[in-house]
């Protein structure tokens, strides 16, 4: 990604809902198709998109949570690189 990507804001796609599920025992993607169960990395990022703040938002938010998380800001580009590949997410 580049310093511009860092600007845009990410939002889930419409028909998208993150959401806690206990009968799975994780945070999931549900869409009209179906369910993606989500590992705790994929959940603490995706938590963070609120379709307001810029991926240079969230990750500096993450910082501050996880400050000695090595490569965190490369781990959740890759994830947001994936997660729009896999049109999870779009960006404003």
Known sequence: MTIADLQQVPCL???FRFQWEPAQNCHVLLYPEGM??????AAL?????DGQRTLGEMITALRRQFPDAPDLAAD???FMEVAHDNFWLEYR
Do not use: A, K, W
């Not at 993606?36 to 990395?41: D, K, P, W, Y």
């Not at 990022?45 to 998109?49: E, R, T």
């Open 36 to 41: 993606i169960q989500l590992n705790e990395s």
């Open 13 to 15: 796609r419409r028909g």
């Open 45 to 49: 990022i995706l938590q963070q998109v």
């Open 76 to 78: 959740v580009q890759q």
